[in-house]
């Protein structure tokens, strides 16, 4: 009874439609960067990520999720099916599609690398994970590292020859980066000898490429105490001497046994355990947690794509099988012999379904917007428009890592419900797609640390500025969906929703300014919660707008545009009542929590 392999992993018809008609991505093509690019390109793009996630990475998903890489001899040995896949995926060429064309990259939007690489997420997050990972490496070492580093160590990854990973997580210090214990010792030659240990390092050691390269955090010797003493290090696992690959000290000590992701291994590394674990200083000394922060929100933007994609392909999965599902009656049946009803036919089960709808479409325009926004702040020519841009994107990277992971997990959850015992066995992919979502919310940053971002950091800095950005963004989008002739009802909530957050946040901030910071932020995870709700409102009212607007050509096409309307109507009708319920929460200063005591816990 599966039906995995005819699901399409994410509706084409969607992206087609949020793309152009929502985000008029071709406007792009008016910034010098992406000027020789087009439509046809994009959709050559799309079409072979497409291609390549229905037909290579998703028929072997489950394989790869039952037979975890195994860690042999101290080495990490990856399912055949990933060295299989890996030449294709290399070839895709995602790893370098956003980067310059001097250095070998497609000078791609973001916005449209994003949507392709949700397709490879959906089909097997786990295989795109090392390309992923690759790519963020690759741009740190292009952006602040020397030309004698770039040629040897960024080359290869943006060719696909090597990978690459990030080496923050220290297992004394966690998501405290200001703990990182690493140290580096600066040697005569340039170089520095590192010795320390690091945890939870996804691709930190596999058989599909001759090298891997760790961006390493690490403390120069006597640097100073806390985040201002971390620096950035290229680490190879194997460092080029005199043209050759010799081993470089690293070393794996440990493989994690994960209950999702397992295509991906997590594992335990220690590096100088011989004295020769050779590291390059990239930057300027001490600047290393600024300089990973580039990593680290591109990544946080990944992260939220794979939340987007995770649910997608589980929603798409109990759709179909909501439709080819015989059980029960109408309620009103009176004839207990009357055919039974495929499941969809019952109002609850519609409900999960829409409810699941709801979160992926409103996810997706989420992180393709947040795409959007950072492609206009790095290209447009224009100095408004890119700071208005890049105020807009420091505000939504929380919220774009969060929220699709929360409420992904939610619709991964929805979409076992629908499947019923069925869905909770190891028989049907829902289970293993609920495994693999919640790590979403917490790699990269719990969703408690953004939280605290988002409310103490993003709202407040510059006197509130990014707020004020997207008050601009809502009031045009309210006008736009009225001018479409959008129900009155619809505008309204969300500019009324929207006034709720503006008088919340300076409530807050003015705690925080009279020195009360921990009043503040004692409500941030509800805080950032309501305003997840608040920004997908704002895309769904988005969607809403474009699907009133256009004209059908055809009765599949009705059918589509209503079903955004109606989704939108249910995110705008259910869940904008909670966010002024969530913000009554964080101005009660209800501090239970906070008064407990470890030992009546």
Known sequence: MMVGMTNPLLRDQDLDFLLYDVLDVLSLTRFPYFSGHDRELFELVLTSARRLAREVLFPVYKAMDESPPRFVDGR????????ALYPEL????MQSATRPEEVGGQQLP?????????????????????IGLASGAAHLLETFASESLR????????????LGTMALTEPQAGSSLADVATLATPCADGSYRLVGSKIFISAGDHDLTENIVHMTLARISGAPAGI??????????????????VDNDVTVTGMIHKIGWKGLPSLALSFGDRGDCHGFLVGEPHRGLSYMFQMMNEARIMVGVNGVATASVAYHESLEYARNRPQGRPVSAKDPSQKQVPIIAHSDVRRMLIRQKAIVDGGLALVARTALFADIAHHSQDAAEREHAGLLLELLTPVAKSFPAERG????????????GYGYSSEYLPESWLRDQKLNSLHEGTTGIQGLDLLGRKVVAAGGAALRALRQEIDSACAQARSCGVDERWPQALSSAMSEVEGLTLELASKGLGGNVEEMLLHSSDYLELFGILVVAWMHLCLSAAATKKTASSSDEVAFLRGKILTAEYWLATELPRLHMLAALCRSGEDSYARIRSEEL
């Open 76 to 83: 990490i040995l990856v399912h055949p099916a990933m060295k």
């Open 90 to 93: 290399n070839a895709l060429g």
């Open 110 to 130: 973001l916005t449209i690398s994003t949507v392709a690489s949700a397709y490879l997420m959906a089909a097997n997050l786990s295989a795109y994970g090392y």
């Open 151 to 162: 040629q040897t160590y960024m080359k290869p990854i943006y060719e696909g020859r090597w």
């Open 228 to 245: 201002k003493g971390v620096s950035l290090f290229c680490v190879p696992k194997r460092r080029s001497e005199n043209g050759q690959l």
């Open 409 to 420: 997990f939610e619709s991964n959850a929805l979409a076992l419900q629908i499947h019923g």
